[in-house]
């Protein structure tokens, strides 16, 4: 298959999920993974196919494939990141969770969901403390309510250490 042909089997495997056809699309793109193996864009996609399907597990070593390789644009790396991280929490794995999860966050500081996914991870480990701190901060610097709004410099203070009272 020529490049042209795989970008658009590939175009056109993420167009039958993003329309809502998603196993004809897991299998489209667990074709195109059988012939380029080493792409990492066709992991990722595949490994997303997987995910809105509930098949967790089964998504895991093409995100795997898809981060360990190459060529992955910095919109599908954090985009593999999140759902990496996501995925290992469905299944109960929070260490690893926490662990990508945390890894998207210092690449990706700014990114709201990578730090709200990287909280419930937290939360999920017994990391109460930093889950609090990650969303509270979140809420402050992110929230367009006026009334947060009117008192994120107490949230700021107060999520370095919610114990303090004074």
């Known amino acids: 298959m020529s490049d042209d042909d795989r970008d658009s089997s590939l175009a056109a495997a993420v167009q039958l999920r993003?329309?809502?056809?998603?196993?004809?699309?897991?299998q489209r793109l667990l074709a195109l993974c059988a012939e380029f193996p080493?792409?990492?864009?066709i992991a990722y996609q595949t490994a997303w196919a997987h995910d809105?399907?509930?098949?967790?597990?089964?998504?895991?070593?093409?995100?795997?494939?898809?981060?360990?390789?190459?060529?992955l644009s910095e919109e599908?790396?954090?985009?593999?990141l999140l759902g990496l991280g996501s995925t290992y929490r469905v299944l109960g794995q929070?260490?690893?969770?926490?662990e990508v999860l945390r890894g998207g966050v210092e690449r990706f500081p700014d990114d709201?969901?990578?730090?709200?996914?990287?909280?419930?991870?937290?939360?999920?480990?017994g990391e109460h403390h930093e889950a609090m701190r990650l969303?509270?901060?979140?809420?402050?610097?992110?929230?367009?309510?006026?009334?947060?709004?009117?008192?994120?410099?107490?949230i700021e203070h107060y999520a370095r250490d919610l114990r303090e009272t004074v």
């Open 112 to 125: 709201g969901a990578l730090r709200t996914f990287l909280a419930m991870a937290l939360f999920n480990t």
């Open 76 to 80: 599908d790396r954090r985009g593999a």
């Open 94 to 98: 929070y260490e690893k969770a926490v």
């Open 18 to 26: 993003t329309e809502g056809h998603r196993e004809e699309a897991r």
């Open 38 to 41: 080493a792409d990492a864009e």
């Open 135 to 154: 969303l509270l901060e979140l809420l402050a610097t992110s929230s367009t309510d006026p009334y947060v709004a009117q008192y994120r410099a107490a």
């Open 52 to 71: 809105v399907l509930g098949l967790e597990a089964e998504a895991v070593p093409f995100y795997e494939r898809g981060l360990g390789g190459t060529g």
